[in-house]
């Protein structure tokens, strides 16, 4: 008798997209979850402008729960940062995810990005910030 044709595999599922926004008196923070690619990088960067128009003491993007970065993910993260700093308003990335941090670094666009691993370290680096200007 002969055995079935067994095979395991894995799928990666992405999970849905989704930006939350949240704002303090400290800050707006633009929450992203799931993959950043095509299908959310114009929404994300709308909301970003969106924002930005209103001024805030401090934008951080929290890319925390982020599950893949595309290239038009990061340009629209490089994108915000030009314009939080035309806007003179400071600009945090808050993320330890791998899927994020590896493009970053091969870009060389770790030299470019605030890029911070916990939201404390973001909110204590904006804070110095806020008190230099």
Known sequence: MTQPFSSTSFVHFAR???????TTAE??????????DLTITGRLEAQLAEELELA???LIVDLREVTFCSSDGLSTLVGAQ???RAAGVPYAIVTAQHAVLRPVRLLGLD??????????????????VN???
Request: net charge positive.
């Open 16 to 22: 849905s997209p989704s930006v939350l926004v949240t």
């Open 27 to 36: 800050a707006s923070m633009v929450t992203v979850r799931g993959d950043v």
């Open 56 to 58: 805030p003491a401090a």
């Open 82 to 84: 030009e314009a939080a």
């Open 111 to 128: 030299r470019v990005l605030p890029i911070h691993r916990t939201l404390r370290e973001a909110q204590e680096w904006l804070s110095v």
């Open 131 to 133: 008190r230099l200007r």
